[in-house]
């Protein structure tokens, strides 16, 4: 999630929540016309990194024999190893203020009612900028391919032999949500809960970042175990570690909003989580028989 993404470590909200800052690439994964996020007026191609120093001699003919190499790699490949140019770091500075503005903003009135004019003027920039770095409203708190996702993934991947997928999966996910009890994690679950759910927009894109997650893991889990076409086992695994990740987080929200934060909050996660790990790698036979 955009927001909040001002806590670290790996059971930080933005790591186990559905999305971060987007990327400001259209959704074909192209980058924008003016995703390099300069605001309008910038001066196009690389900015100057500065007086040649020590490090930088001018440029000098080759021996004889020698190769020629392509002009300007070595600049370039000098300009790489000594970190962003001015042009990213101008470029950072200013998606940095529309998320901050925004956020703000959000906070104040809801998502549902401001504009994207509104959150350009308060981050100082003009509204073509906004649209380059979040080619739509919703990126600004969703990011369609979240840490969440690649960590998930990596989980299962990375499992040892004799693990089953609903035990690596669930384990990460019950491992990651507990963390959201930490107090510089409560703050960021609040503050998400309280625009989220103000706001059909944000929910009706929340299930579909969550059914996006469903569908990769399925298909992780098919690409290993090359099931029969129509088989339903990798849908039923990848939807049941899902859905206790999103019983989970709604149970931090409403835990959070309640005041109930810290040890407490990490402990009651981690048991009903495993609980409901249980659940899933033992199965629901028994579950709920009618007396």
């Known amino acids: 999630m955009a927001l909040p993404a001002r806590t670290g470590a790996l059971a930080s909200v933005d790591q186990v929540t559905p999305g971060v800052h987007a990327t400001g690439r259209t959704p ?34 080759p021996p004889d024999g020698a190769a020629v190499a392509e002009p300007g790699r070595g600049r370039r490949s000098r300009r790489a190893l ?101 107090p510089e994690a409560a703050a960021g679950v609040a503050e998400m809960a309280r625009i989220i759910r103000g706001s059909h927009t944000l929910q009706v894109r929340e299930r579909e970042i969550l059914g996006e997650l469903t569908a990769a893991l399925a298909a992780l889990i098919a690409e290993e175990t090359a099931p029969e076409p129509g088989e339903l086992a990798p849908w039923l695994a990848a939807n049941s570690v899902l859905g206790l990740y999103a019983a989970l987080l709604e149970l931090a929200r409403d835990r959070v909003l309640a005041g109930v934060t810290g040890p407490a909050l990490s402990a009651e996660l981690r048991a009903r989580g495993e609980r409901g790990l249980a659940l899933l790698q033992f199965g629901l036979a028994g579950y709920a028989k009618r007396r």
């Open 82 to 182: 000594r970190g962003p140019g001015l042009r990213e770091r101008r470029r950072l500075q200013t998606r940095t203020r529309i998320v901050d503005a925004a956020a703000e903003l959000f906070a104040e009135r809801g998502f549902d009612a401001v504009s994207v004019v509104e959150i350009a003027q308060r981050a100082g920039v003009v509204e073509k900028t906004v649209f380059n770095h979040f080619p739509v409203k919703e990126g600004l708190v969703f990011e369609a391919d979240p840490p969440m996702r690649a960590a998930l993934l990596d989980a299962v991947r990375s499992r040892p032999a004799g693990e089953s997928v609903s035990a690596a999966a669930g384990t990460f996910v019950v491992r990651a949500m507990s963390g959201l009890g930490a």
């Open 28 to 61: 074909d994964g192209d980058l924008e016309p003016d995703a390099a996020g300069v605001e309008a007026g910038e001066p196009e191609g690389d900015a100057p990194d500065g007086p040649a120093g020590p490090l930088d001699p001018p440029d000098s003919p």
